[in-house]
């Protein structure tokens, strides 16, 4: 049986009278390449800070690698394993790409308290980043200051700094947003090049990225799982395709899929 290494279990999410969750069950297996779709309002955002601890679910709970993480604080999900990117960029501007990794690296190994000093003086630091820089194409601009990098370097600095933290599960939220087009190469070959053994849940808008990246899918709709499956699957669904079509959803139940492919 293939490990889950994250999980939810009927997660409700309300604000007030609005249900933004709706009973999700979601199974995300290790090493996969699982997309979440929807259209806008599906409450994609929604799940992920149920995931992430941003949000306290209104019911239901969040299992990493089998323990239950549902009461946790963001910062102890991140130590466990549990990363996240964000649709806007969450940076430092005036730090540059090596300084960030330098940072993000330190800490992670408990040298956070020396990160300013030059890199020399760490080797293994100096060795990760350099090899970060080159894996997310940043070597050219790793003394610039991050404020001054294209919009679509600064995407892949942040998947960077996120890939910098050893994750087992690494939430992407819409890492091709508001990229152009010119640039949106590099961040398909970057997601598509994502280490095996890190666990991706992807949430986008841009099909293209979708449909190259993922092996699984989840679709929402109105806060509750419309149906799950293979990439060819979901593409061959007309209840998928009606919601993509902006056609009548009257009538639609969101099933509870028993397949998670």
């Known amino acids: 049986m293939t490990d889950v290494v994250l999980q939810t279990h009927r997660l409700v999410k309300r604000f007030g009278g609005i249900v933004a969750t709706d009973d999700v069950s979601l199974r995300v297996e290790r090493g996969a390449r699982h997309a979440l779709i929807g ?42 394993g549990l990363v996240r990117t964000f649709q806007i960029n969450q940076l430092f501007s005036s730090l540059t790409p090596l300084q960030s990794l330098a940072l993000v690296v330190s800490g992670r190994i408990g040298a956070a308290g020396r990160w300013w000093q030059p890199l020399g003086r760490n080797a293994a630091v100096a060795a990760e980043c350099e090899q970060l ?34 994750p087992r599960v690494l939430l992407l939220d819409e890492p091709a947003a508001g990229v152009p087009a010119a640039e949106r190469q590099d961040i398909l070959a970057t997601v598509a090049a994502l280490p095996q053994d890190v666990s991706v849940l992807l949430i986008e808008h841009d099909m293209d990225v979708v449909f190259s990246f993922a092996k699984s899918m989840t679709v929402l709709v109105n806060g509750a799982v419309l149906t799950e499956g293979t990439p060819e699957r979901i593409a061959a669904d007309p209840h998928v395709k009606a919601v993509y079509l902006g056609d009548s959803l009257a009538g639609i139940r969101p099933a509870r899929a028993t397949a998670h492919g």
């Open 39 to 80: 259209p806008n309002g599906a409450g994609k955002t929604t799940l992920i800070n149920l995931l992430t601890g941003v949000l306290p679910p209104s019911s239901g709970r969040v299992e990493l690698a089998g323990r239950d993480i549902t009461g946790m604080a963001p910062h102890r999900r991140v130590a466990l």
């Open 133 to 166: 820089l080159e894996r997310f194409h940043l070597t050219e601009h790793a003394n610039q200051a991050t404020r001054q990098l294209p919009y679509g370097k600064r995407r892949l600095l942040e998947i960077g700094l996120a890939v910098a933290l050893k």
